[in-house]
């Protein structure tokens, strides 16, 4: 990597800093040839769980393992209808109907990009009818029970998960919060009166430990944080063929687990991961400062007061954004797109019947969404040429002030 590019994301760096530690949990799990489970997985399971505030932490392959696994735990299966966003990564959906279960969409709010609470409650309302006798939520269309919702508290920043919470109890739904996006973010909740970690405000939760993550694995890992005992017990057997004790299985489960090697790593980047996130917060209100400097403060990301984002992805808008990520590209600047195509509109889930116009909130967004270059490393330097690069292509297009006010929403 060349000294005057800015990469859309740093691994070599972060990982340049560690290598001595990271190097020495590799020899300690050559030393006991201890690969799979034991001691490094449990160590990693308990810190973890204290980091998200949670009683319980079980460690699986991935972010979707976490998810399917969360999920089948709960109880959701064939015949259920789960909601979550379709502004997302498709590994939440997937998880949903991996389980047998089928996904509906609840629309974005424009200014967060998660789940808008008011749609939640217009679907519940509207497109679902109570049955009298077992007082379960069906959708009056699918004529399928309703059972869960998935938030994703995506970007690093918590869904509105108070009204959230207040429409599950109300209509009895199981919430699974996709956390794979915010290790470390926070929500208040006015109803407890009290800031709470993302990952310890629903039923269960699941994190991906996907290298790029905000904390990341050097490979492949995941895992579910809940404070139900029996779920994470069950999430426990899911990852590892149905068994808790060897070859007697009560259950057909997945071949799941957290390996001892990225176990260790993640113990070793978790002491770093609140000055990792520190740093990111940091760096975001540094753009949004250089970006009202450049008379551009309209394209920084809604903060609401009732989120501690951790800024996974710093997303702005911009009309025109081919052209916007052309000229970066041209100034040695990486960005990318989460996401271009909403998951109504992919291939995989044409099945689901949905078309253009179902979902214009994210549809709009997936349209104007550009990510820039975040993460710990990002220096003063590189964003104030990351916003000359904005600015410098803003004001080149016809008419800046029109650009500046469909950011504005
Ligand atoms: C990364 C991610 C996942 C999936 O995690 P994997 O570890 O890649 O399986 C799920 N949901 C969201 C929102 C993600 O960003």
Redesign the pocket.
């Known amino acids: 990597m060349t000294n005057n590019k800015i990469p859309f994301l740093d691994l070599v760096t972060l990982h340049e800093e560690l290598k001595d530690e990271l190097s020495s949990v590799f020899r300690r799990a050559l030393e006991t040839a201890g690969f799979i489970g034991g001691p490094m997985v449990e160590e990693f399971e308990s810190k973890f769980a204290a980091y998200c505030t949670t009683q319980h932490c079980v460690g699986v392959g ?6 399917r696994f969360a999920l089948i735990a709960a109880g959701i299966g064939p015949g259920a209808i789960v909601l979550t966003v379709p502004n ?2 498709i ?2 959906a997937e998880a949903i109907s991996q389980t047998g279960a089928r996904p509906d969409f609840i629309d974005i709010d424009e200014r967060t990009y998660n789940m808008d609470p008011r749609r939640l409650a217009w679907y519940l309302a509207s497109e679902c009818v109570i049955d009298a006798n077992s007082g379960v939520v069906i959708n009056r269309k699918h004529l399928m029970p309703v059972r869960a919702i998935v938030p ?1 508290h ?1 970007y690093g920043q918590t869904a509105d998960m108070d009204p959230i919470l207040e429409l599950a109890e109300r209509y009895r739904l199981v919430v699974i919060e ?1 956390a ?2 915010a290790h470390g973010a926070k929500s208040f909740s006015k109803r407890d009166n009290c800031w709470k970690k993302a990952g310890s405000m629903g039923r269960a939760a ?1 994190f ?3 290298p790029g ?1 905000n904390l990341g694995a050097c490979g ?3 895992a579910v944080t809940t404070n139900d005992a029996a779920l994470a017990q069950k999430v426990r057997m899911l990852r590892d063929h149905g068994q808790n004790r060897k070859y007697y299985h009560e259950f057909e489960g997945y071949n799941g687990r957290l390996d001892a090697i990225q176990a260790g790593i993640l113990t070793v980047k978790l002491r770093h991961l609140r000055r990792w996130n520190a740093r990111r917060r940091i760096a975001a209100a540094r753009y949004r400062q250089l970006l009202n400097q450049a008379g551009l403060g309209e394209l920084a990301p809604f903060a609401p007061m009732r989120a501690k984002a951790v800024y996974h992805l710093y997303v702005i808008r911009v009309p025109d954004r081919d052209g916007f990520m052309r000229h970066l590209a041209e100034a040695g600047i990486g960005t990318g797109i989460h996401y271009p195509v909403p998951l109504h509109l992919q291939k995989a889930y044409e099945w689901l019947g949905y078309k253009a116009g179902d979902f214009p909130v994210t549809e709009e967004a997936a349209r104007e969404i550009v990510s820039l270059p975040m993460f710990p490393q990002l220096t003063e330097e590189q964003q104030a040429r990351v916003v000359a690069g904005v600015r410098g292509f803003l004001s080149t297009t016809t008419e800046p002030s029109t650009a500046q006010a469909a950011a504005a929403w």
């Open positions: 991935s972010g979707t393992d976490a998810l997302t990564f590994a939440t994703v995506l996709d794979c996006q699941a991906s430990f996907y993550k492949e890992a995941g």
